[in-house]
């Protein structure tokens, strides 16, 4: 059986960066840009996020298709079967009700305070955990 351990090493690891410089950086400074008004924001926002999660997608997708077919799976833990399980969470519930409440914002609504965006970064945060756990997992494969 061909192994696919070091292209799933680098997904692993590139995936965790998207995740950091997105989510963990790009999400918060460009409020901080001279000019940039909530309602920019949440635009920028919207469109960014919803590219990342495509972009995540591709690579669960893949992930999974080198998993099924190219690695051994002695000693691999299920840690990796948690990513996709969050990004579909991600998918289905948080990113369109945020998406939501944005549109409401950028149309010059006022809406009330919600934990959605708190849920989504403990998201995030246990995302990104996962796939160094799996990246590192990879390498004594």
Do not use: D
């Amino acid at each position: 059986m061909m192994t696919y351990t070091q292209p799933l090493i680098g997904i692993a690891f590139v995936w965790a960066g998207f995740v950091c410089a997105i989510s963990f950086m790009e999400a918060w400074l460009k409020f901080r840009a001279p000019g940039a008004t909530l309602p920019v924001g949440l635009s920028i926002g919207r469109l960014i996020f919803s590219a990342l999660n495509k972009v995540e997608w591709s690579f669960a997708l893949v992930s999974a298709f080198l998993l099924i077919y190219g690695v051994n799976h002695q000693g691999l833990s299920p840690v990796f079967l948690l990513v996709p399980v969050l990004l579909l969470l991600q998918t289905a519930w948080l990113l369109p009700a945020m998406n939501k409440r944005a549109a409401l914002v950028i149309a010059g609504a006022e809406v009330s305070r919600s934990s959605l965006h708190f849920y989504y970064i403990g998201a995030e945060l246990l995302k990104l955990v996962l796939l160094v756990m799996f990246g590192i997992q990879l390498f004594y494969m």
